[in-house]
């Protein structure tokens, strides 16, 4: 593909807990260009932070990658060691903007010496040049420069969350994964953090990956929109035509299942049943038991990932040709 | 808040806690000095010789409750209770504590019940504090280990040695390396008070320090092996609590190097608890000085305060609790303002 | 949330399943039944008069000093002589031991003579710590009359020794051979009976060990113990003539104190130190289960008081926790207890007025919290009164870190007793083991490598304190779940 900035081939992440091999991430499959906003949408525990996460390999233990590659300008990132990782991808490549639920920060620091920190360590700036560079971004992200001389604990959580953004620009990284960035923040802000997130996109050029398992939030950003189910994708393509076209049943049952606020008042479509027990998936198709189009082939054989669009693939029996 | 007014309220605290134990000691024991002011005058005025003019038993015996009177007005044994109680504590503010019966202090041998004390204090200081370092280190050092692999032998080990170190008495310990290392191997001194015999031989400060070393190290060791396994597991527990953190892995996924995240993210976020930590254990070991002392015969406040308390030394027991006490006060003010200065989220907001 | 009956069945059933899970737990609670058992069972295992007459130097006179536990003996080749008493009674032929005879041997006018002789086999190579021999006599009151003896000690080898001529006897006999003096010292007889075999000038008596040198061949180096033992039988024999026609022997005791005794040897009062392990384990684990559950739950309620009240309240009760907490412990109770002399409940309590401070702020935190939830909200919303929520709703959620800290404090209460009780401040009438390290270091023990005194007690603190570590820990898992493992 032209201007390819990532590709991830078979990606299997496992758990190895006491309860049995979660299979976390089972052969996950797709492509990102130079520039790129994918979202990766699922409903929780399908695998979209995990998947993520072993892209830099940062897979908290019980957890491993156990196969598959992730091509970086021709670098497998799934067989480098943890130094070269360190080294050459981390932050400096690849960064992650991380759930503003989550204590990215850490409490005994300043947060503009946690945005210095990559450029100090990381790049061998020197701290005075490293401090200008943190005023530089904190403004980008819409902060006052002044803040860099807080701790984490004395800021909101938007104010925290356009930290950790300004945080993971600080290299100026290929890729910046998003984690649920607008998550445990009220709409206005969430709001807010869209726009700046569009605005960055639009003037550096970055390529980003969203996780979200709020589809709204991707038809504002994403050029494409990967659907993931149970650790497996199960749709991805064009974000237009994903919204308007969706082929799998699960990405199909999910649109019909958010709320419009315009229009008829319908009753809400849920889908029923639970996700299944990444221990032990059921054979075949992994949706099957909650799928409306459900055939006899489904229970037996997992689909295949089929191209029926411009770079829109599916895996589902409905449409592999037999 | 700001770090002044934080350091303030610190002292602030220390200073009520010091006057209210101050007054509840000084409380019990004046009845108890007064009491053997009382005898010491009874005594005196029994061996005084009346004058001549004095004929009858009766007139003697009278003279003789005159005496004792006035004595009783000069010690200030006449005024009321609790004005006595206050006179002690100005005292004891002012670190005048009277002078001992019998007792006298370690180099100077003078009977100013605060030489006593002030020639004692550095001993028993510089035996736990150096120990105290030692704890520390040996302690941080383990204990991350143990947090880094935990679940393995070395973190389970230490588990272990903590629950025994929680268990064992420490004199006890002490009495079994007096009994090995010192009695059956002769390699170490037993009684530590010798140590002032030892150095009016020194020709100059190195023998004189080696002196010190010889009669501190087994005390010092018995401390240390005591109190390690305690400080390195707690330092686990808590590096372990850091390190699920999700600011670690934030930390990582920036890409900085290893040592970085454990030294400068792990163990800088834990260090407040830590810094309680080092507080509990240097007032657990002092708190515990004084059978551990006796048991060595080290010339601490620890065995000041036996000694006293054998003889009935009254003074000498108040001015040491006061001492104590504000030592303690003062450590746990000391420590919380540390605590201030290491967790932002203390001082600030 | 509030509980009823059968929710705490259902609770009970889970955390014992969980409780199962941990094997420290486990062993933590195999070793509480086992100390539990022995301290319950203490007066079937030692004799309970062992206990009440602890403190009483009398009622352990025929037991050997300082001596070391007989086993022992497994790890040296040589043989340890034990313990034995041999009585006999003139009035009970029950109590005539066959070691033991008294013979009437001439009887004339106004005068009888009696041999009393006792007879010792000895087939070891430790001599006994002592031999106590002791003849009573029933003499006519008011009479000048006395009986006179002479003592000889025949040996395996042959040789007779007189330990005592022509004295007469105007009390009973008890005498011991390591002191005795029944006209002359045994010491000087001994030097006299050595300069047979060895030249004995220069040597003097008081340098003489009794014991070594009466069970030791003889020959070079019999003075210094490096002659092989002489084993076989020894008698001592008593010739008494009675001129007093009433006067009889009405009873003998030879008794050999042995260089061996029991499971844990003796102090220097000759004290059954097995038992006085024994005796200690009621006291370890009533002062360390006593103090802990009153700390605990003075600051428990204490803590909930606080932080449930909020306000002027709570920073009062906390200024008030800081003071206490700030207070150095152990000085003051050493200096409490060299004053009053407490019993052992005194220092129970004192013990516990100390020890709540730390639980308090805990507990309070967590009421802080806990008052904040909704259900307690609604609770006030439906008129519930503060009493009523705090202990449905509060303090049934802090039961948990309750127990676990309860478990946890005991050994930092043993550890205090014991030390108060090793400086002589205890209660005296109590036989802990922090009391048998006190006489231990008093008579030097330490000093004189007498290991099986002063090992004992400390590993029994030691392993007291360590399974109520262990049942803490475990504890402290099941209920406050963290996310570590």
């Known amino acids: 593909m032209a201007d390819e900035l990532l590709r991830v081939e078979n990606l299997k992440t496992y758990f190895y807990t006491l309860r049995g091999v979660v299979k976390a991430v089972d052969n996950v499959s797709f492509t990102l260009r130079k520039g790129e906003v994918m979202g990766l949408a699922g409903e929780s525990g399908c695998g979209k932070s995990t998947t993520a996460y072993s892209l830099i390999n940062l897979v908290p233990p019980p957890g491993r990658i156990v196969g598959g590659h992730v091509y970086l300008d021709g670098m497998d990132l799934a067989q480098m060691s943890e130094h070269e990782l360190r080294r050459k991808v981390r932050w400096k490549r690849i960064s992650m903007v991380f759930q503003g639920a989550m204590n990215a920060l850490t409490p005994v620091y300043t947060v503009g010496y946690q945005i210095a920190e990559p450029m100090i360590y990381h790049a061998g700036m020197d701290k005075q040049k490293a401090m200008e560079r943190v005023e530089e971004l904190l403004s980008l992200v819409g902060l006052d420069p002044g803040i860099a001389k807080r701790y984490p604990h004395e800021l909101s959580g938007g104010q925290k969350q356009r930290v950790v953004i300004a945080m993971a620009l600080a290299l100026n990284p290929d890729l910046v994964i998003a984690d649920e960035p607008t998550t445990a923040l009220d709409v206005v802000v969430q709001a807010q953090i869209l726009n700046l997130l569009k605005e960055l996109q639009r003037k550096l050029k970055m390529s980003i990956i969203l996780i979200t398992h709020d589809l709204s939030i991707i038809a504002e950003l994403a050029d494409k929109v990967a659907v993931m189910y149970a650790g497996k ?8 035509v994903i919204f308007t076209e969706p082929k799998h049943p699960y990405t199909q049952a999910l649109l019909r299942a958010i709320p419009r606020l315009r229009g008829p008042i319908d009753k809400l479509i849920w889908i029923p049943g639970t996700p299944p027990d990444l221990v032990a998936p059921p054979p075949g198709c992994r949706f099957y038991p909650r799928c409306t189009k459900v055939m006899d082939i489904c229970r037996r054989e997992e689909p295949p990932m089929i191209e029926i669009g411009k770079e829109h693939y599916v895996s589902c029996w409905l449409y592999a040709k037999r | 808040m700001g770090l002044a007014r934080f350091a303030s309220v610190q002292i602030i605290n220390a200073l009520i806690v010091l006057l209210v134990v101050l007054f509840i000691v000084t409380a019990l024991f004046t009845n108890l000095a007064d009491q053997e002011k009382k005898a010491a005058i009874e005594e005196a005025v029994a061996q005084m010789k009346p004058p001549a003019s004095l004929k009858t038993k009766a007139e003697i015996q009278k003279w003789k409750e005159e005496q004792k009177q006035i004595l009783y007005e000069r010690e200030g044994l006449t005024k009321p209770y609790w004005q006595r109680v206050f006179g002690y504590m100005v005292d004891a503010l002012e670190l005048n504590f009277g002078e001992a019966n019998h007792m006298a202090s370690f180099k100077t041998q003078s009977k100013k019940v605060s030489r006593i004390i002030l020639e004692a204090l550095p001993n028993t200081i510089i035996l736990f504090t150096t120990a105290t370092l030692i704890v520390i280190a040996i302690g941080i050092y383990l204990g991350m280990k143990a947090a880094r692999a935990a679940g393995k032998l070395l973190d389970r080990t230490i588990s272990f040695l903590a629950m025994l170190s929680a268990s064992l008495p420490m004199w006890w310990v002490g009495m079994l390396m007096l009994l090995l290392f010192s009695y059956k191997l002769n390699w170490f001194p037993s009684n530590a008070i010798d140590v002032y015999v030892a150095i009016r031989h020194a020709s100059n400060i190195l023998v004189e320090l080696k002196d010190w070393i010889y009669y501190m190290t087994l005390p010092l060791i018995t401390v240390v092996l005591v109190s390690f396994g305690g400080f390195a597991y707690v330092t686990r527990n808590i590096v372990l609590g850091v390190m699920n953190e999700d600011f670690v892995m934030a930390a990582r996924a920036k890409g900085l190097p290893e040592r970085k995240v454990i030294y400068g993210h792990v163990l800088r976020t834990a260090s407040p608890p830590i810094v309680t930590m080092s507080a509990l254990s240097i007032i657990g070991s002092l708190g515990g000085a004084i059978i551990t002392e006796t048991v060595f015969g080290w010339p601490g406040m620890g ?47 | 949330m509030s509980v009823t009956m059968s929710e705490w069945a259902y609770k009970l059933r889970n955390f014992w399943r969980e409780f199962k899970r941990q094997k420290i737990g486990l062993l933590g609670l195999a070793l509480l039944i086992i100390l539990v058992v022995l301290a319950v069972a203490a007066p079937l295992i030692v004799n309970p008069d062992y206990e009440k007459n602890w403190n009483l130097a009398e009622y352990w006179k025929d037991n050997p000093i300082d001596a070391p536990p007989c086993w022992v003996q497994i790890f040296s080749s040589k043989k340890y002589a034990p313990q034995r008493v041999y009585v006999w009674m003139s009035n009970d032929t ?18 009888a003579i009696y041999n009393v002789s006792m007879h010792y086999n000895y087939l070891w190579d430790v001599p006994p710590n002592n031999i106590k021999l002791e003849l009573y006599v029933r003499h006519k009151t008011n009479s000048t009359k006395y009986p006179v003896f002479d003592l000889y000690l025949t040996r395996p080898d042959g040789a ?29 007889i001994l030097l006299e009976f050595a300069s047979h075999y060895v030249n004995t000038t220069g040597v003097q008596p008081s340098t003489i060990k009794p014991l070594q040198v009466i069970f030791s061949k003889a020959g070079k180096g019999m003075l210094a113990g490096k002659t092989p033992p002489l084993k076989g039988e020894y008698t001592f024999t008593f010739k008494i003539i009675f001129t007093e026609p009433s006067d009889k022997v009405v009873e003998a005791r030879m008794v050999i104190m042995g260089s061996c005794y029991g499971l844990l040897g003796t102090d220097a009062l000759g004290r059954d130190l097995f038992a006085g392990i024994i005796f200690g ?46 207070m150095p412990v152990l000085p003051l109770l050493i200096l409490m207890a060299a004053i009053w002399r407490p019993s052992i409940w005194l220092i129970i309590l004192f013990l516990a007025a100390f020890g709540w401070p730390g639980i308090a702020i805990v507990t309070r935190s967590m009421a802080l919290q806990l008052k904040e939830e909704l259900y307690v909200e609604a609770a006030k919303a439906m008129g519930a009164s503060g009493w009523r929520i705090v202990f449905r709703y509060i303090v049934p959620q802090t039961m948990p870190y309750a127990f676990a800290s309860i478990a946890l ?23 802990t ?12 023990a330490v000093l004189n490598n007498l290991w099986w005194w002063v090992l004992p007690p400390g590993l029994m603190i030691a392993l007291v304190g360590l399974t109520f570590v262990f049942l803490g820990n475990a504890l402290d898992r099941v209920l406050n779940p963290r996310l570590q493992r």
């Open chain 3, 433 to 444: 083991w922090g009391k048998i390290l006190h006489d231990a270091s008093m008579a030097n």
């Open chain 1, 233 to 240: 994708i199960v749709e991805w393509g064009p974000a237009d």
């Open chain 2, 303 to 349: 065995r000041v305060y036996w000694v006293a308390i054998q003889e009935n030394e009254t003074a000498v027991i108040l001015g040491e609790t006061f001492v104590t006490v504000f030592l303690f006060v003062a450590t746990i003010a000391l420590l919380n303002f540390i605590y201030g200065l290491l967790d932002p989220r203390v001082k600030v907001g």
């Open chain 3, 281 to 326: 384990i009621k006291w370890a684990l009533i002062i360390g289960v006593l103090t802990s559950v009153i700390s605990v739950f003075t600051g428990v309620f204490y803590g909930i008081a606080s932080g449930y009240a909020g306000g002027w309240t709570d920073e009062a009760l906390m200024r008030l926790d800081q003071v206490v907490y700030s």
């Open chain 3, 409 to 431: 404090s005991v050994p930092g209460a043993i550890l205090a007793e014991a030390g108060l009780s090793y400086l002589g401040l205890g209660d005296p009438l109590a036989v």
């Open chain 3, 94 to 111: 029950r109590k005539q031991s066959p070691n033991i005879k008294v013979v009437l041997v001439k009887k004339g006018r106004g005068y």
């Open chain 3, 160 to 188: 007779v020794l007189k330990l005592a001529n022509r004295q007469s006897m105007t009390t009973n006999i008890t005498s011991s051979l390591s002191s005795m003096n029944l006209g002359r010292d045994i010491r000087s």
